[in-house]
C-alpha cells in the first residue's frame, strides 16, 4: 500500500492563481482530511469528507474547497491565492468513525503565493 | 470547546537525557488523546495514543498517561537518541464532534545531540 499520496510536492503560485491540490488513499478509508500548518503552528483543518459526495467544513475552510466523488480522492481547490494560504497542506484519512482511529497523513504539499 | 496547549520548544537534550514535554487539553467531552511526530520533511505519524482516564500509550520508548484529573498528557521517554530529533504534536479527538477529527497543540521541536 502506497498509504496516502499528495501531489505536487511544492508549488509557488502568483495572487489571484488557482490551483488543486490532488490526495489519493488506497486503504479504503470512509474518512478523509484537509489541514493546514503554519510556521510554528499546530495544523488546523481545513474541510472533511465521511465518505464519499459528503464534505463539510472545519475550523479554517475560508478560500477553499473541495470534493469527494470517490472514496480514493479529495482534492483541494483554491480558487483565488492569497498570500495567507501559503502553508504546507496535509491530507489524511482514517478508517471509520470513532474516537480512537488513528489518522494517516501524506508527505504535504508546501504552497507559497506571492 | 476543544483546545491543546503544549509547552513551548524548543527543547535541546544530550543524548540518553530524559524527556518530558507537557501536554494539557481542555475539551467538552471525553476524548481520545494522541501524541504525533514530524520528521524532517515528512508528514505525521501517530506515536502513541489512550482512549480513556488511566490508560496509558506507549511505543519506541515513549509513554504518555491520560490524567483525566489534571487535563493532561504529557510525553516522557527515559533516554532519548539523536534520532528522536522531531517535532512532537499532542492532540485530542472529541468523538462528539463527528468524523473524528483532530485538535492539534503547536508543537514542539526536540533537537537531541550526541
Known amino acids: 500500500n502506497a498509504g496516502v499520496t499528495q501531489t505536487p510536492k511544492f508549488r509557488i503560485l502568483k495572487i489571484g492563481q488557482s490551483m488543486t491540490l490532488q490526495c489519493t488513499q488506497d486503504?479504503?478509508?470512509?474518512?478523509m482530511y484537509w489541514y493546514r500548518q503554519d510556521p510554528g503552528m499546530g495544523l488546523k483543518l481545513i474541510y472533511y469528507?465521511?465518505?464519499?459526495?459528503?464534505?463539510d467544513k472545519g475550523e479554517v475552510p475560508n478560500g477553499y474547497n473541495v470534493s469527494r466523488s470517490t472514496t480514493e480522492d479529495f482534492p483541494l481547490r483554491l480558487e483565488l491565492a492569497a498570500p495567507s494560504q501559503t502553508s504546507v497542506y496535509f491530507c489524511?484519512?482514517?478508517?471509520?468513525?470513532?474516537?480512537?482511529?488513528?489518522?494517516?497523513f501524506g508527505p504535504g504539499t508546501r504552497l507559497t503565493v506571492t | 470547546g476543544n483546545s491543546v496547549t503544549q509547552m513551548e520548544g524548543p527543547v535541546t537534550l544530550s543524548e540518553e537525557a530524559f524527556l518530558t514535554i507537557n501536554c494539557t487539553y481542555t475539551?467538552?467531552?471525553?476524548?481520545?488523546l494522541f501524541w504525533y511526530v514530524q520528521y524532517p520533511g515528512e508528514g505525521l505519524q501517530l506515536l502513541l495514543k489512550?482512549?480513556?482516564?488511566?490508560d496509558k500509550g506507549s511505543n519506541k520508548g515513549f509513554e504518555a498517561t491520560y490524567r483525566k484529573e489534571t487535563t493532561s498528557f504529557h510525553l516522557e521517554k527515559g533516554s532519548v537518541q539523536v534520532s528522536d530529533s522531531a517535532v512532537y504534536f499532542c492532540a485530542l479527538s472529541d468523538s462528539r464532534t463527528g468524523a473524528n477529527n483532530l485538535f492539534f497543540g503547536t508543537g514542539t521541536r526536540l533537537t537531541v545531540i550526541p
Open positions: 486503504m479504503n478509508h470512509n474518512y
Open positions: 489524511a484519512s482514517s478508517q471509520n468513525r470513532g474516537a480512537s482511529y488513528e489518522q494517516y
Open positions: 469528507s465521511v465518505g464519499a459526495g459528503i464534505t
Open positions: 475539551a467538552t467531552g471525553y476524548p481520545s
Open positions: 489512550a482512549t480513556k482516564a488511566d
